[in-house]
């Protein structure tokens, strides 16, 4: 498992379009993601379960993914959070 820490800082959060850029990122990995806020695990390719978390501009979350490509996942989604969504 790998795992790594990340904020959000674009201003609606991953809501709705920022949402869906995150799980589209993710559905392209073979492995387990999930994304954890505040003790509750959400499954990273799941447009509801995401949109469910109601994560918000300047909550930390933590991405996990178990299995093949792990590290490379969870690398990429911090990117889409950190680089990618700001710009929508």
Avoid at 49 to 66: C, Q
């Amino acid at each position: 498992m790998y795992e790594q820490k990340v904020t959000l800082t674009n201003e609606i959060g991953l809501h709705a379009r920022p949402a869906s850029i995150f799980i589209r990122a993710a559905v392209q990995f073979p492995c387990d993601i999930t994304v954890e806020k505040n003790g509750r695990s959400y499954n990273a390719k799941s447009i509801m379960s995401v949109l469910s978390m109601s994560a918000s501009n300047g909550e930390e979350l933590t991405i996990k993914a178990s299995g093949d490509k792990e590290e490379e996942a969870v690398k990429s989604l911090v990117d889409v959070i950190e680089n990618k969504i700001n710009q929508n």
